[in-house]
């Protein structure tokens, strides 16, 4: 993929470089210690290889080095966006191997996002209050990601709804955007999640793991902060987006805090898993997922960037609903 091809192909490649990377790990993930054998807190019912978000991982920063090569302005926010959430792909798969306690991984994402945070100087531009507000929804959200990678196909198709509609609006609202780097990482970060969803739409031949579901939880959030600091979006339309994960992770974790639970450990409590069980499988609850995204979430986003006073009513508006379907999903039988 040299740096000055034409740029329509760079999508296709990495594409091609994720489903292959995915593909070589299906036949190899038994030698490496990437099957997952189904629990009492699993969504599947079969040993299944997982790991395979390292396909996401490859192909993504590979798309990030072509970028570099192409464009001087990728080494101010995108190589370290890109470097740090090496890192954090490292431990996500080397937790996909060897499972780690919970403290040294949620202090890990704290650096990890910390450091993006300088290093964007977060604090010039927003204030300290902003920078500490930043930084809590930073880790919140990396481990929400991790958290809503569940069921097949739903992590993966997330990411790709939220980044080509972060591209799409960026574009359509501030479009010398569309030659920024960071702006076209964005569509290779898309065309990754495709490869991978080639081997995990439903029924999945492999899992994401922690190496794809924290890389990408990451990476969203670095992207979001440079568009936020390019002033091409805004918070409340990346909460918009994101609107979904968010609200079911954090209305399930608030309620295993409050009955007591151990919420650190995995387990099958959040609305998509109930529904996968109700309806007898993924692709419908994927589907839905998609659907709202489509014809709800990304409406709203669109309104909230060009009705910036009307924003966080609209943000109101994307949660209030989801909030309600959510607590009606979980009233209904015991998890």
């Given at each position: 993929?040299?740096?000055?091809?034409?740029?329509?192909?760079?999508?296709?490649?990495?594409?091609?470089?994720?489903?292959?990377?995915?593909?070589?790990?299906?036949?190899?993930?038994?030698?490496?210690?990437?099957?997952?054998?189904?629990?009492?807190?699993?969504?599947?019912?079969?040993?299944?290889?997982?790991?395979g978000?390292?396909?996401?991982?490859?192909?993504?920063?590979?798309?990030?080095?072509?970028?570099?090569?192409?464009?001087?302005?990728?080494?101010?926010?995108?190589?370290?966006?890109a470097?740090?959430?090496?890192?954090?792909?490292?431990?996500?798969?080397?937790?996909?191997?060897?499972?780690?306690?919970?403290?040294?991984?949620?202090?890990?994402?704290?650096?990890?996002?910390?450091?993006?945070?300088?290093?964007?100087?977060?604090?010039?531009?927003?204030?300290?209050?902003?920078?500490?507000?930043?930084?809590?929804?930073?880790?919140?959200?990396?481990?929400?990601?991790?958290?809503?990678?569940?069921?097949?196909?739903?992590a993966?198709?997330?990411?790709?709804?939220?980044?080509?509609?972060?591209?799409?609006?960026?574009?359509?609202?501030?479009?010398?955007?569309?030659?920024?780097?960071?702006?076209?990482?964005?569509?290779?970060?898309?065309?990754?999640?495709?490869?991978?969803?080639?081997?995990?739409?439903?029924?999945?031949?492999?899992?994401?793991?922690?190496?794809?579901?924290?890389?990408?939880?990451?990476?969203?959030?670095?992207?979001?902060?440079?568009?936020?600091?390019?002033?091409?979006?805004?918070?409340?339309?990346?909460?918009?987006l994101?609107?979904?994960?968010?609200?079911?992770?954090?209305?399930?974790?608030?309620?295993?805090?409050?009955?007591?639970?151990?919420?650190?450990?995995?387990?099958?409590?959040?609305?998509?898993?109930?529904?996968?069980?109700?309806?007898?499988?993924?692709?419908?609850?994927?589907?839905?997922?998609?659907s709202i995204?489509?014809?709800?979430?990304?409406?709203?986003?669109?309104?909230?960037?060009?009705?910036?006073?009307?924003?966080?009513?609209?943000?109101?508006?994307?949660?209030?609903?989801?909030?309600?379907?959510?607590?009606t999903?979980?009233?209904?039988?015991?998890?």
């Open positions: 993929m040299a740096a000055d091809g034409p740029h329509w192909l760079a999508p296709i490649l990495v594409a091609l470089l994720a489903y292959g990377v995915v593909g070589l790990l299906v036949g190899r993930a038994g030698r490496l210690g990437l099957v997952h054998a189904p629990n009492a807190r699993s969504s599947h019912s079969q040993p299944t290889p997982h790991g978000g390292l396909g996401i991982v490859v192909a993504g920063l590979a798309g990030a080095v072509w970028l570099a090569m192409s464009d001087p302005r990728a080494d101010i926010q995108l190589l370290p966006i470097g740090l959430s090496l890192a954090i792909a490292g431990l996500g798969l080397w937790d996909d191997i060897r499972p780690m306690p919970a403290a040294p991984r949620l202090l890990a994402h704290t650096l990890a996002c910390l450091g993006a945070l300088w290093w964007l100087d977060v604090g010039a531009a927003f204030g300290l209050a902003a920078f500490g507000l930043f930084w809590f929804a930073g880790v919140w959200w990396l481990n929400l990601f991790n958290f809503m990678d569940g069921i097949d196909g739903l993966g198709a997330q990411a790709l709804f939220m980044a080509l509609a972060a591209a799409l609006l960026a574009a359509l609202v501030t479009p010398e955007a569309a030659g920024h780097p960071v702006w076209r990482w964005l569509p290779l970060i898309a065309a990754a999640c495709v490869g991978f969803l080639g081997w995990n739409w439903p029924p999945a031949r492999i899992f994401m793991g922690d190496v794809g579901s924290t890389w990408l939880g990451f990476v969203l959030f670095g992207v979001a902060l440079a568009t936020m600091l390019e002033s091409w979006l805004t918070a409340p339309v990346w909460l918009i994101g609107a979904l994960f968010v609200a079911d992770a954090s209305l399930t974790l608030l309620r295993r805090m409050a009955r007591g639970e151990a919420w650190t450990q995995a387990h099958r409590s959040h609305a998509y898993q109930r529904l996968a069980r109700r309806w007898h499988g993924h692709r419908p609850v994927t589907m839905l997922a998609l995204n489509l014809l709800y979430l990304l409406p709203l986003a669109f309104a909230a960037l060009h009705w910036p006073d009307f924003a966080w009513a609209l943000v109101a508006l994307a949660y209030a609903p989801l909030i309600v379907a959510i607590l999903i979980r009233s209904d039988g015991p998890d």
